[in-house]
């Protein structure tokens, strides 16, 4: 098993940046595809980003593709989600996730509590 904390979130302007953090324990965090997911009130869940357990495989969703990137640091259990040129529609309760599947984009069954983040106009 594997348990996640989401960091980063906040308040930008349009335009601005932000970079999110998911800490995980567990000895097996390594071998686990990783996946940002956000979702707004309302809504379901949707896909942001996702890379696999070696980082060699990284997907996007097609509104953030050019904005945000993913990257991961195995020796340290870490995740990143680097957000720039956001934009308010980017507003959102950011999670993280595990054992994600980077065939289909659908989640696994870990969840961070999630982190808001808030692009003003």
């Known amino acids: 098993q594997v348990q996640l904390v989401e960091s980063g979130g906040g308040l930008v302007q349009a335009g601005g940046s932000l970079r999110l953090s998911c800490a995980a324990s567990?000895?097996?965090?390594?071998?686990?595809?990783m996946g940002w997911f956000r979702q707004t009130p309302g809504k379901e869940r949707q896909f942001v980003a996702a890379?696999?357990?070696?980082?060699?495989?990284?997907k996007f969703a097609d509104s953030v593709k050019g904005r945000f990137s993913i990257s991961r640091d195995n020796a340290k259990n870490m995740v990143y989600l680097q957000m720039n040129s956001l934009q308010p529609e980017d507003t959102a309760v950011y999670y993280c996730n595990a054992d994600v599947a980077m065939l289909t984009l659908r989640p696994g069954g870990y969840w961070g509590q999630g982190t808001q983040v808030t692009v003003s106009s």
């Open positions: 567990g000895r097996t965090f390594s071998s686990y595809d």
């Open positions: 890379i696999n357990w070696n980082g060699r495989r990284i």
